[in-house]
Structure formats: structure tokens, C-alpha cells
């Protein structure tokens, strides 16, 4: 975690950029996963307490499924990923407050 700037399309189509020091960003280039298997329940949901090294999603790299945990206990003000997407090394994941 760290002094993360996030960027937010608006309804209007334009993108606005935002920093964000409570974003937990992705450690590897992958593909992102809310839950454990196709069809189960995520493991987190927006406004949802978690607790440090709850499990927060998980990201396949290589074949390879690697769980993402909480690096603090707080409430998850906001998901900006979506299930199966791919994310980049660095990429804002989670927000946690």
C-alpha cells in the first residue's frame, strides 16, 4: 500500500485521476478473480470489515493462483476491478479504509 492514484471514468466519458493512500495495488501482471471458483461467492464485498491477511481476491499468473490478502484490518470502501479482468503490476486493486 501507498500513495496510489486512481483513475475513475465518469458518466460523462471523461477520466478523472485520483490518489488514494489506502489502495492495495497488484503485485504481478495476471488475471484477476473476486472468488475462489466460478460461481462461488466473492471473497469480499464493498463495505464489507476485513481483518490483516484476510484472503481479498486472487490473481492467476502463469497458471499459478495467488491470493491477494488485506495488508491492514478496515472496512473495503471500494472494488476497482472486475471479475476475470487483467490487471497490470501496480494497478489499484482494493481500497480499504
Known amino acids: 500500500m501507498g500513495d496510489t492514484t486512481i483513475s475513475e471514468k465518469l458518466t460523462t466519458g471523461k477520466r478523472i485521476q485520483i490518489k488514494h493512500t489506502n489502495a492495495i495495488t497488484s503485485p504481478m501482471v495476471g488475471t484477476v478473480y473476486l472468488s475462489p471458483e466460478p460461481k462461488a461467492q466473492n471473497f469480499v464485498k464493498q463495505g464489507q470489515t476485513v481483518k490483516k491477511g484476510d484472503t481479498l481476491l486472487i490473481i492467476e499468473a502463469m497458471k499459478t493462483f495467488n491470493p ?25 486493486l482494493i481500497v480499504i479504509k
Open 68 to 92: 491477494i490478502k488485506s495488508q491492514k484490518s478496515g472496512k473495503v470502501e471500494k472494488i476497482l476491478v472486475n471479475d476475470a479482468e487483467p490487471v497490470e503490476y501496480g494497478q489499484p
